[in-house]
């Protein structure tokens, strides 16, 4: 299957700092990836799509001030979190799929802990 | 949007034993997924099955679009396989989104 990587694994940040997420699809070009969050014992939750070239699509309640997504090739998207709270602190992993009809495949996904 | 409702929501297994575990879905899908998301957070792929029956190994899995479920089936369990396992739809009209259940986790006891 498809290889998608995502960096860091794990990041600790101070409270009003920003952090930025990696989620690079190592074999294959993807035009669009999506970036979820999952707290603790909770499902996965869809937070935006990100669009290569264009302004990324957010779900509803998420803030794209602070949730900023850039996906300025066809093998990257950044997940910048701005000006973090610990409320902030959450697992994100980013998906991406390589065709129409075709199965998504999942980074290793970030820990973030805001202190 | 789509409801994704799984069942049950815990199962704790003695190694060896047989389970099924239920995705029921509230609308007409483009896609399926079944995934295995292990201690460490990584979602690992198991099943692309929006119809039909597909068998990996020891898991196999069935999904009967037209009565809008999907089963997953683990023989002969063994510890690697505890975990949550999570059914994933893809709404019409909604490309590439994937609409998650609550999960099912897994124990497997030796």
């Known amino acids: 299957g498809a290889v998608v990587s995502q960096h860091p694994s794990r990041v600790i940040c101070k409270s009003g700092t920003s952090v930025k997420i990696e989620c690079r699809s190592l074999d294959f070009q993807a035009t669009t990836m999506f970036w979820y969050r999952q707290f603790p014992k909770q499902s996965l939750m869809l937070m935006a799509t990100s669009n290569e070239g264009s302004k990324a699509t957010y779900e509803q309640g998420v803030e794209k001030d602070k949730f900023l997504i850039n996906h300025a090739s066809l093998t990257l998207s950044t997940l910048t979190v701005t000006s973090a709270h610990p409320e902030d602190s959450s697992f994100y992993i980013c998906s991406a799929r390589d065709g129409r009809g075709t199965e998504a495949f999942f980074g290793q996904g970030t820990r973030l802990t805001v202190v | 949007g789509i409801q994704v409702e799984q069942s049950p929501p815990d199962l704790i297994l003695q190694e060896g034993a047989n389970s099924t575990l239920r995705c029921n879905f509230s609308?007409?899908?483009?896609?399926l997924q079944w995934f295995h998301q292990n201690p460490w957070g990584q979602l690992i792929n198991l099943f692309y099955?929006?119809?039909g029956t597909k068998q990996n190994g020891r898991l196999s899995a069935t999904t009967v679009a037209t009565e809008r479920y999907s089963l997953l089936y683990i023989s002969s369990s063994q510890t690697t396989d505890s975990g949550v396992y999570f059914c994933a739809v893809e709404q019409i009209d909604s490309w590439g989104k994937l609409q998650f259940g609550a999960g099912t986790q897994v124990v497997v006891t030796p």
């Open positions: 099955i929006p119809s």
């Open positions: 609308d007409s899908v483009n896609n």
